[in-house]
């Protein structure tokens, strides 16, 4: 679908319309036509007079007027679409359409200037508050009805001195945001005529579709995959309408639920990994020999022969051409990040549900179009519903359209492999697409590398460009929406765990009272740790006086000392043993215990003065050296 210019002009309450046709480069010539020679059936005679008898006059004109007919219209508040053939014809009206008593709509063709007209009636225009009624009554007086703009020509003056775009254009660029979905057809409503014939004819459905347009007339094909091709019957659908039906599936099939979960996190499976940190490996890649064998068949046959086209009905095609190939590309890359180039019996569905190409025959003329249609099914149908996910898979396409013309082909022939044994069978696809597709891509003389270097550039930088508004599924509204709940749960669970003083200075009272009750276990573990550092302080004290040679134990006395404590144990051993004992016994051992004790004290006493005499002798004797 290629988007054409439409000429327009208010008077009063009604708009009139030029469209022209998308062949009105092909003038048509008046050429005599002998009277007993009939008319084609595909074509008409206006222009010549017709006598009594039937004879045609010698200015005739004859015209396609199945070409002519084929015409699609949906039409909106303020939105316009025409679909004429083979080209689709885009009106954005300041104006609103009175669309209440529209039950029927006359197109006059104009065979001379091959362009349509048709007049549509609009509402009256909204008076502006501080508006004046002389400058409503200027647009009155126009015919325009709607309160004149104010003057530009001073601006346009300086564009065109400085060469810079004009104003007209440069709000061109700034399409507005159209809800597609809620645009009526109204086809069925409208009647053509050809110049000034009161000979009313209706509009005809014969439209092409496949690769490069080429196919028309019913699928030939033996099974058709209901549950994926959403288009059975597409020779009677125009691409306008094959769009504007996928535009309504997936808005009734995206889920924000779904949305929800994977936009905070991917729901990755146990064991798998995730999507988002797998690195494609595109100049890696082997063909088996049934790939390689269906190669061979495939670019063996012949392509069927177009016909002769203008140049710029070819690079209308090679544009449509290219767009189908990026469609393509994009669901491959997805299914290859996802399943980390391992292939599923999922895989099937997934290349093919992910492509507008396949499911619905449609067309593209630009890659915004194809980019935001990826990224809306990319949330809406597989597994990994998640925005960034699909920039990433778009990133993938571009690496691959850069260098990845034998990976490309090997995909090609593994999708075609995998529609035509899957379950349901999907080999219309391969018929319509796929197969021409592979023969496009393996000819390097039509598909050269630096046309594929061409297209992965124009999709970076088409890609910096889409965000999400482009999308139309309210996903901004839904991130905001998440981002709130997320923060309402978080001050939830801080205000449950933040308490009053009151209640911290009670629970801080019973903590203490706990710990003073409990005290035995913080004086043994106090007694504990001054024993050893006593311990230590003694132990480094004896190894420092045997350094010295001054600190020497008697051998005997330390028997005696043994032997003193063995008979104090055995001793407290008897009175633990001996309650019944009487107070002699018990008066005579504590007597024994008390002098064995001084005993002990007294030897130590000694020792220690010996130690201190021997230590002053040692200073003498070094002082006197």
Same mark, same amino acid.
């Given at each position: ?32 036509? $002998? ?14 007079? =017709? ?92 015919? /325009?009805?709607?309160? $004149? ?15 810079? $775009? ?72 125009? $691409? ?181 044994? /899957? ?52 996903? =901004? ?149």
């Amino acid at each position: 679908m290629l988007n054409g210019q439409i000429t327009h002009s208010f008077v009063g309450n009604t708009c009139s319309v030029v469209i022209p046709h998308p062949h009105a480069k092909e003038k048509p010539k008046p050429t005599p036509t $002998p009277s007993h020679e009939p008319a084609d059936a595909c074509s008409t005679v206006v222009g010549g007079s =017709i006598g009594e008898k039937g004879t045609v006059g010698a200015a005739t004109i004859h015209v396609n007027l199945d070409r002519i007919r084929n015409v699609d219209i949906f039409i909106g508040d303020n939105d316009l679409y025409f679909y004429a053939n083979v080209k689709l014809y885009r009106f954005h009206s300041r104006r609103t359409f009175d669309l209440r008593g529209l039950k029927t709509v006359l197109i006059k063709y104009d065979t001379s200037e091959n362009c349509y007209q048709l007049h549509l009636r609009c509402l009256p225009p909204v008076a502006i508050v501080g508006s004046g009624g002389n400058n409503a009554a200027a647009g009155n007086s126009s015919g /325009g009805g709607v309160v $004149p703009k104010p003057k530009t020509a001073r601006k346009e003056y300086i564009a065109a001195f400085l060469n810079l $775009p004009k104003l007209a254009d440069t709000l061109q660029d700034k399409e507005p945001l159209v809800h597609e979905w809620k645009l009526k057809r109204i086809t069925e409503q409208c009647q053509l005529q050809l110049d000034g014939d009161e000979t009313s004819y209706k509009l005809s459905s014969h439209f092409c579709y496949g690769f490069a347009s080429q196919y028309n007339g019913p699928l030939q094909t033996s099974e058709l995959d209901k549950s994926t091709c959403r288009v059975p019957e597409p020779q009677q659908t125009s $691409p306008l309408q094959r769009r504007l039906e996928r535009v309504v599936d997936e808005m009734k099939r995206f889920s924000r639920d779904q949305y929800k979960m994977n936009f905070v996190e991917l729901q990755v499976p146990a064991g798998h990994q995730n999507p988002l940190r797998y690195k494609p490996k595109i100049h890696e890649t082997s063909m088996t020999q049934e790939q390689a064998h269906l190669l061979h068949n495939l670019c063996s046959r012949l392509p069927a022969t177009p016909e002769t086209q203008s140049s710029q009905r070819e690079r209308q095609v090679q544009n449509e051409i290219d767009c189908g190939l990026i469609s393509i590309v994009l669901a491959i890359c997805y299914d290859v990040r996802t399943t980390n180039n391992d292939p599923t019996c999922e895989s099937g569905w997934t290349r093919s549900i992910l492509c507008p190409l396949f499911c619905y025959f449609e067309q593209f003329d630009n890659y915004r179009d194809v980019l935001v249609a990826f990224l809306r099914r990319v949330i809406t149908y597989p597994l990994y519903r998640n925005f960034e996910l699909g920039r990433q898979c778009v990133k993938d396409a571009i690496e691959v359209l850069k260098g990845g013309r034998n990976w490309l082909i090997n995909q090609l022939l593994l999708t075609h492999q995998q529609f035509a044994n /899957g379950e349901p069978c999907r080999d219309s696809f391969n018929s319509y697409y796929l197969e021409d597709y592979i023969r496009y891509m393996s000819n390097a003389k039509v598909c050269s590398d630096e046309h594929l270097h061409l297209l992965a550039r124009n999709v970076k930088n088409v890609l910096m460009d889409v965000n999400k508004r482009h999308l139309d599924l309210g996903v =901004i509204e839904i991130e905001t929406e998440l981002i709130k709940e997320l923060m309402q749960e978080m001050h939830i669970d801080a205000g449950s765990g933040s308490e009053s003083p009151s209640q911290q200075q009670s629970h801080q009272g019973d903590d203490e009272g706990d710990l003073d009750n409990d005290t035995s276990g913080q004086d043994d573990e106090t007694t504990t740790d001054d024993d050893s550092v006593i311990t230590d302080s003694f132990d480094s004290m004896d190894l420092r006086l045997i350094e010295n040679d001054v600190y020497a134990v008697d051998e005997e006395d330390e028997g005696d000392v043994d032997d003193g404590e063995e008979e104090q144990s055995e001793v407290d051993d008897d009175d633990d043993d001996d309650d019944d004992d009487d107070d002699g016994s018990n008066s005579s051992t504590t007597t024994t215990s008390d002098a064995e004790g001084n005993s002990v004290i007294e030897q130590c006493t000694s020792n220690s003065e010996a130690a201190a005499s021997a230590s002053i002798s040692a200073s003498a004797s070094t002082s006197t050296k």
